[in-house]
């Protein structure tokens, strides 16, 4: 299975218990621990547990060792290690605090400034 495929079953999934706002961000020119992150929102702390457990089932489906879930117990994120991609679910407040899209996407590459010299 591709890491594309990957990435795809775990929208799927969290299609399939209707997760919003998922954005998936490419991480692999900014750091080595993942590939993908895929960050989505959820209405109540059931949906976020919901959502981390169909994922883990998915996956489980087919064949995809799961490293890890953190956050289940108080659901306010809970986060579910696939290896190549790493899936935050998270309640709108919450995901708005930390604003992950922010500070995982590679900013744009800026010129150089030219610095006028006084002479």
């Avoid at 696939?82 to 995982?104: C, F, G, K, S």
Wanted: charged content about 25%; proline content about 3%.
């Amino acid at each position: 299975m591709t890491l594309n495929d990957i990435k795809k079953a775990v929208i799927e999934a969290l299609e399939d218990i209707k997760a919003f706002d998922i954005e998936v961000i490419d991480v692999r020119k900014i750091t080595t621990v993942t590939s993908f992150m895929v960050v989505a929102s959820a209405n109540s702390t059931r949906q976020t547990k919901a959502l981390a457990h169909n994922v883990c089932e998915k996956m489980k489906s087919l064949n995809i060792h799961i490293n890890g879930v953190e956050g289940e117990k108080e659901g306010e994120w809970v986060l579910v290690d696939v290896d190549d991609v790493i899936v935050h679910i998270m309640l709108p407040t919450t995901r708005a605090y930390y604003n992950l899209e922010q500070l995982w996407i590679e900013p744009p590459k800026k010129s150089p400034k030219k610095i006028n010299s006084l002479h």
